[in-house]
């Protein structure tokens, strides 16, 4: 019995051994730190004050033209709908107008009066010759043909504006290349020329405003000329900077907020009117502090990380004193030294195989 109570805990030893020389034994992850983490200096920065303010995207008026019907009729045809890129002189509508039929033959008229004129001139020409008619009765010919050709003028020019197609229907085309913001027109509706609504707007959108709204107790901080970043849900990784052109000087009664404009590039059509969006207005606080970007810090339970860089296999997670957060960088109380390498891309992926 005792042999057998003997040989029980040497085993148990042995099981204990193996445990622990495989702990021991670990293998830690392995990897080498490359361009994709975009190692960073820590250096010292003069602290940003940061505003945040809400607003809209809007187009810029003086790109954005409201087209009115200039003949009334029925609609025959809708070729263009909200959101379509349309170029100029593009047919948008076509409409069945009496008013365009009656244009049309004012036209016709006054091209036959045209040649009428001619042939009467012609036959005072001869009858001069042959001294069987006047000098005046052949210098009343020749003005009527001249009164003929300027009301045909008169009649083609007539014709290019309202842009009538051979068949009498009056085609709403496009002055200007642009996006169709707004529509207030379909098939076998009755169009009147005197509507006082606009049946298509359209705006170039290769360049547009963001409106700000900017409370009374921050106005005093607000001027022309500030950098902003914008930041739109559609793209919450990207942010895209202008200057303030223009800031109202009257109080809106119901937000009690004035408006800031902001022009911005939009040569990829990523801003869209009427998106809702966040401004980001900074302006320099007394003092300088550690400044690290965003992406550099993490946050996991309740506590700010940074992944320190040592070497191209080496790093290491350091816990940081956050003063305050805008809305790119991250300013450092405590935890990081001038001149230390720091992660600022990726860096989630590093931390989590360090402290798994």
Known sequence: MKISIYFLLLFMLLVQACSSDKTTNK????????????VQNV????VKEEIKLTGKVIPDENNLVKIYPLMGGKVVSVDAEIGDLVTTKKTLAVINSSEARGFQKDLLNAKNEV???RKNLTVQEELFKTKFSSEKELLVAKKELEFTKNELSRAEETYKVFSMSKGGDYIVRSP???FILDKNIGPELQIRSDMNDYIFSIARLDEVYVSLNIYENDIQKIRVGQTVNIQVLSYPDKLYSGKITKIQNIIDPVTKTIQARIRLQNKK???KPDMNCTGYVEFNEKGKMIAVPKSAVIFDANKNYVMVYISPTKV???EVLVHKETSDKVYILQGLSKGEKILTQNVLF???AVTE
């Open 176 to 178: 200007v290349a642009g």
């Open 27 to 38: 293998v830690l992850p392995t990897f080498h730190i490359d361009n994709t983490y975009a």
């Open 350 to 352: 590093i931390y989590d």
């Open 316 to 318: 290491e997670p350091r």
């Open 115 to 117: 040649e009428i004129a």
């Open 269 to 271: 059509f990523e801003l």
């Open 43 to 46: 250096k010292f920065e003069s």
